[in-house]
């Protein structure tokens, strides 16, 4: 973990650049956010642009950090070109959900690669499950699959309780984006893991069961 391909350097070169351009010109930020109202109207664009820009430098630091640490993972066990689908499609996947979530909300906004480097972590525990993490807050290693679990569980809580200014929902959706485009790609994972393709969907499952009983 955290060895730079060409195509992450590209995607975070891409970000930095994007962002601070966003960081100083109000009315470039404010065209390229998403926002609900604008993307109704018409303004796709808005569910990828708002991927590239960022609230400030350490809301874009963390998630640079997080596709860096990530990235090699997935682009080692399948390739950069497939590495590159699945950052854009979670990007455009957590744009959805949270379009999905906040449709009557028309001045709802939300900008970050929060969606897209959640997809490459998801991506990455489907890929790797065994792989351990360790985190600063937590003195032992912890298996990659419940790191992945017990993230989209908190997604789900944050989303149904509106915790903190944070995009859960873009969250959400840029992992079960990750999740499903690393099944397509890798279709072998149902024979070798099996049990983590299973073990995996349960809070996708259940998020769109709450959402149907209308507890979400």
Avoid at 5 to 12: A, F, K, S, W
Avoid at 135 to 152: E, R, V
């Amino acid at each position: 973990m955290g060895k730079l391909d060409l195509v992450t350097m590209i995607i975070i070169a891409a970000n930095v650049i994007i962002s601070y351009k966003g960081f100083s010109d109000y009315s470039f930020f404010e065209k390229y956010k998403f926002q609900v109202g604008s993307v109704q109207r018409g303004e796709q664009i808005r569910l990828f642009s708002s991927g590239f820009l960022h609230a400030d430098t350490q809301h874009l630091l963390f998630n640079m950090l997080s596709l860096y640490f990530f990235a090699d993972v997935v682009i080692d066990l399948l390739n950069p070109f497939q590495f590159l689908l699945i950052y854009l499609g979670s990007l455009l996947l957590g744009s959805l959900l949270s379009l999905y979530f906040h449709k009557n909300e028309y001045h709802y906004s939300a900008v970050g690669a929060s969606g897209a480097v959640s997809g490459i972590i998801y991506s990455a525990i489907l890929l790797q499950p065994g792989m351990k993490l360790l985190f600063f807050f937590i003195p032992i290693p912890i298996p990659a699959y419940l790191f992945g679990i017990g993230y989209l569980l908190y997604s789900i809580y944050g989303m149904k309780n509106r915790i903190g200014n944070i995009g859960h929902d873009a969250h959400f959706g840029g992992a079960v984006g990750g999740y499903l485009i690393t099944l397509i790609l890798s279709p072998w994972l149902f024979k070798t893991n099996l049990l983590m393709v299973v073990l995996l969907a349960i809070p996708i499952i259940l998020l769109f069961g709450l959402k149907k009983m209308g507890k979400m």
